[in-house]
């Protein structure tokens, strides 16, 4: 063989070794920093599992061919929307980015979903997710940090007043009195309650220990938490601990024991003048309760990325509230695009393989 093609042959070799190696290196380093865990189950072991036919992909951009190249002769179709993916789903093995009960209806094929959000709700709505017969993964823990971050956000911006000095910006207003400063304060030494210390619950209380918050939560599931987290209680704790707290952040997925669960009652056992920060779900708030709380003053301002119902109308009375900071369910943009890619370049691969998938749902349990 000529030494030319020896060569180029070798570089070659080279080139798709480092290439996995870097791969690997990059879903390892995310496992790392995530805490993601394989399901308990290889997929292959699942009734109804088989080399995937047909792929229907949410286009992320310049990656199709690295997707394509981890389920070889597969079909890719890349959509950029769910209504233009109800047009191709017939025969799909697999959605990926997209899910919704009208989806699923429509493909009579399907085996798995993978969901680029962390709230599964509204995916486990169509009966086959919800009873466990379609697979779902869902992308908890990959926007944690930024998450976290903005829920750091918040706290600062009605602490520091800077909801109801923007809110002044448009009138061309210098606030210079008092009404507003002599209600500034520092988050330093204030007490953070983080209802749900899952992924976002822990890397908000994270930032708030750096900012020497004292910190404590509740978790469903035990009592364990991180050294930065002073206490940590059961859900049935959650009133007495928010008569603690200043600032109460609602981190909880939506299930049925989550519905409706801050509601008037919680709000009156809150501590008078507490912040209120919701980034789980919309539904988990009673919306007109909170509402009644902040014009009362027994919570003091609320800085919501997600409501009930959302899109929030534009008459409601949330958006004219001096007190009020509302974000468009975006707490998670914003730097997750690589992890997204790196996700379900991993479960398209373990899926191939039939091996257990990364981060996937427990139906019964919502998450």
């Given amino acids: 063989m000529h030494p030319f ?7 070659a070799a080279s080139l798709i070794a480092s290439t996995i190696v870097v791969a690997e290196t990059e879903i390892e380093k995310l496992i790392e920093q995530t805490g993601m865990e394989p399901g308990a189950v290889a997929v292959r072991d699942l009734p109804g599992w088989h080399m995937p036919q047909k792929i229907v992909i949410r286009e992320i951009g310049g990656v199709a061919a690295e997707f394509e190249s ?5 079909q890719f179709v890349f959509v950029g929307s769910q209504r233009e993916a109800l047009g ?5 093995d697999v959605i990926i980015g997209y899910c919704s009960q009208e989806l699923v209806a429509a493909a009579a094929e399907l085996v798995w979903i993978q969901i680029l959000s962390a ?3 509204r995916c486990i709505a169509a ?12 992308a908890r823990k990959l926007a944690s940090p930024i998450i976290g971050e903005h829920v750091i956000a918040l706290a600062l911006s009605l602490a520091r007043g800077l909801v109801p000095y923007g809110k002044s910006m448009p009138s061309g207003q210098w606030l210079d009195d008092s009404t507003i400063s002599d209600g500034m304060q520092s988050i330093a030494g204030k007490t953070m309650l983080v209802s749900g210390l899952g992924g976002i619950g822990t890397e908000a209380a994270r930032r708030a220990a750096a900012l020497d918050m004292r910190v404590i939560a509740t978790r469903r599931s035990s009592r364990e938490g991180p050294d930065f987290v002073d206490y940590v209680g059961l859900s049935d704790e959650l009133h007495d601990l928010a008569g603690q707290a200043d600032f109460i952040v609602n981190a909880l997925p939506l299930t049925p024991e989550t519905e409706g669960l801050y ?5 009156a056992a809150a501590k008078r003048g507490a912040y209120f920060i919701s980034i789980g779900r919309g539904k988990s708030v009673v919306t007109d309760d ?3 709380a902040l014009e009362s003053g027994q919570i003091a301002g609320a800085g919501l990325d997600v409501t009930d119902p959302e899109p929030l109308p534009e008459d409601h009375p949330l958006w004219q509230m001096h007190n009020v900071i509302i974000t468009p369910h975006v707490a998670s943009n914003g730097g997750n695009r690589a ?4 996700l379900i370049k991993e479960n398209l691969r373990r899926f191939a393989a039939g091996d257990a998938l990364l981060n996937v749902v427990d139906p019964a349990l919502g998450y």
């Fill in 5 to 11: 093609i020896v060569r180029a042959a070798c570089a």
């Fill in 70 to 74: 981890l389920v070889p002769g597969a």
């Fill in 88 to 92: 191709h789903v017939k025969d799909a």
């Fill in 119 to 121: 709230g599964a709700d």
């Fill in 127 to 138: 009966e086959r997710v919800g009873s466990g017969e379609i697979l779902l993964t869902n």
């Fill in 263 to 267: 509601d008037a009652k919680f709000f």
């Fill in 290 to 292: 909170l509402v009644a």
């Fill in 339 to 342: 992890r997204h890619i790196t």
